[in-house]
């Protein structure tokens, strides 16, 4: 079935330092992509979101790039903070007849060292 | 705040009970999607409702029912309930059918099966 999964199930990072969080997804017609964030007991997010007709968008100390080739997203955070500190998800809109669905992957947790 | 509202947070049942959980989305949001959030694992898609009408399915149990009222509000319905059901459940909307912009997440309902 549809799935979007991670490479890295946690990323250690120092504080300032720029984070890279990969995924791979496996539905090449998808053309919709988000990347969220969950903090510990909260909902996900909306960090950042890219169409495929695009292979980079930039957002505050924020960056997606996307690689229909191989089929590859990837954030990455510049000069990470400890409140970048959480769970970051790729998902993957997937169209169906009269509707669609994000496809989650199953999560990258990044710790920021201070 | 996301402006999604989801009750209860938090709710302690007993195998083979049934439950109910409620989702406000925000206000003009016509589309409603339920997901599944267990440990250990990523956002798992339920349903989709778009002004009252199912438009998209993932893994929904049998035991597992939806529907979204003209007022838009919706409710998860979950019947004879297993320990594997334990998990975080997530309502979350959009303006749109079919997605062109973020999801706003509520802060989930934590379901406990004892």
């Known amino acids: 079935g549809e799935s979007v999964g991670l490479h890295l199930p946690t990323l250690s990072v120092q504080e300032g330092d720029n984070s890279i969080i990969n995924c791979a997804y496996s539905n090449s017609a998808s053309d919709y992509f988000i990347w969220y964030k969950q903090e510990s007991g909260k909902g996900p997010q909306f960090i950042i979101d890219i169409r495929s007709n695009m292979d980079k968008r930039q957002g505050q100390r924020v960056t997606v790039l996307l690689n229909k080739t191989v089929k590859h997203l990837s954030l990455q955070i510049a000069a990470t903070q400890p409140g970048d500190s959480a769970v970051y998800f790729c998902a993957e809109n997937i169209f169906e007849e009269y509707g669609n669905k994000l496809v989650f992957g199953a999560g990258t947790i990044l710790r920021v060292k201070s | 705040d996301s402006g999604v509202t989801q009750t209860p947070k938090h709710l302690i049942t007993a195998t083979g009970q049934r439950v109910t959980l409620r989702c406000s989305p925000r206000?003009?949001?016509?589309?409603v999607y339920w997901y599944q959030q267990s440990l250990d694992q990523g956002l798992q898609f339920l349903i989709q409702?778009?002004?009252?009408?199912?438009?998209a399915k993932g893994n929904i149990l049998e035991r597992f029912s939806a529907q979204q009222f003209p007022d838009l509000h919706s409710e998860l319905n979950l019947s004879s309930l297993e320990l594997g059901d334990s998990a975080l459940y997530f309502c979350a909307s959009s303006s749109s059918g079919a997605l062109v912009g973020e999801l706003f997440f509520g802060e989930g309902s934590r379901l406990t099966v004892l």
């Open positions: 206000s003009g949001d016509l589309s």
């Open positions: 409702y778009y002004n009252g009408e199912e438009r």
